[in-house]
């Protein structure tokens, strides 16, 4: 069945516009409110945001849904997307909802949701909830007596800063190290630096004075430039970028060169394979990883299993198969032994575990493996289903014939913008960008 609102991770448009204006919202907080109302007892929805202006009018209007069908709603403010996650567990509340478009500039927002155990709805849950929002609205609302309450806690940041700080061994502490880390002028500006802090290390922090407008804008993990000039001025030992919602994270090494999630991964998998804790010996990840990746994990003896884009695609294969390490070549990395989602946080405390313990540079612990090169271009189209075309099917045929065993090809849509991605990688750096160019090409001419 095809989806009308949900994507890849949630529901994220353009703020007061349709899915994310104020009419639709409302309607999303009475069907979820009304999917997870099961039994007698008061039930409750915990709500976070990032820092976005448009953020006051949605989780308005998601409270006033919520309350309608008869659901008790506890405010965050602005918060991690894994401290929701990990509170909607801890307060025992029936459904968790976080209100971000993650690293997309401040015109754009969105709804991701978990369920009562923390973890990202199911396409199934997802499709129950579009149905729900679709049909009658009046048949969803309580009676009267029934309707919830809405309450602020004020010390949810607090919650999550301690929750984060246990999970760095209590062993090591970050003394003597000096910290540079960009949060985006996101959901993390406050608890992330803070907690760092308490940990012991200097810290210098940028990227934390939201205004509203300023979330994602040329800082954060996905444009970390800002933060590798600043490690470089104040020679720090490392810097850690987020990005909006502080579900991802970028590593800048002592030198300011950028550091993948790729590499993070092959960091925290193998250093927690020498100690035993990897569990079922595999890595989880996206067919968007290196194949260098996969080649030096083989070579340490651990496999490496690839789902679709998307990190709760990534949560779900763990949950199955029993991994505890995943993630996205972007950054988001799951580490389940902590938390159900992706923490940009959680994740940087577990690197510079290693860096600690090493007493190596960062340049020196966080470069794993030697990728192989890889191209990505993305191919903005109009309408239609570019990849269906028989011309682009034929195209996408001969480039796979031609990487053969030494290289890859992956070609998606996106799922949250109209495009293509197009990526490949392989040992000939010349045939690989031949490849990308080719089928760029191709599908600007069939999809224009």
Known sequence: MSRKYFGTDGIRGKANSRPMNAETVLKVGMAAGSLYTRGSHRHRVVIGKDTRLSGYMIEQALTAGFLSVGMDVFLFGPLPTPAVAMLTRS????????????????????????????????????????????????????????????????????????????????????????????????????????????????????????????????????????????????????????????????????????????????????????????????????????????????????????????????????????????????????????????????????????VVESGKPVSQVCNVFTPLPQVLKNVRYSTGKPLELPAVQSAIQDAEARLKDSGRLVIRPSGTEPLIRVMAEGDDPQLVNTVVDGLVDILKREAA
């Open 91 to 354: 307060l025992r509340a029936d459904i968790g909802v976080m209100i971000s478009a993650s690293h997309n500039p401040y015109h754009d927002n969105g709804i991701k949701l978990f369920g009562p155990d923390g973890y990202k709805l199911s396409d199934e849950q997802e499709l129950r909830i579009e149905s729900l929002v679709d049909g009658d609205a009046d048949q969803l609302l309580a009676k009267p007596d029934r309707l919830g309450r809405a309450t602020r806690i004020e010390d949810a940041q607090a919650r999550y800063i301690e929750f984060a700080k246990r999970t760095f061994p209590k062993e090591l502490r970050l003394d003597g190290m000096r910290i540079v880390i960009d949060c985006a002028n996101g959901a993390g500006y406050r608890v992330a630096p803070t907690a760092l802090w308490e940990l012991g290390a200097e810290v210098i922090s940028i990227g934390v004075e939201p205004d509203g407008f300023n979330i994602n804008e040329k800082c954060g993990s996905t444009e970390p430039e800002k933060l590798a000039d600043k490690v470089r001025e104040l020679r720090a030992d490392i810097g850690i970028a987020l990005d909006g919602d502080a579900d991802r994270v970028a590593i800048i090494d002592e030198n300011g060169r950028a550091i993948d999630g790729d590499q993070l991964m092959a960091l925290i998998a193998t250093s927690w394979h020498a100690r035993g804790q990897l569990r079922s010996d595999q890595l989880v990840t996206t067919v968007m990883s290196n194949l260098g990746l996969e080649r030096h994990l083989a070579a340490q003896g651990i496999g490496l299993a690839r789902t679709q884009v998307g990190d709760r695609y990534v949560v779900e294969h763990m949950r199955e198969h029993d991994c505890n390490v995943g993630g996205e070549q972007s950054g988001h990395i799951v580490l389940s032994d902590f938390s159900t989602t992706g923490d940009g946080l959680i994740a940087a405390l577990q690197v510079l575990a290693v």
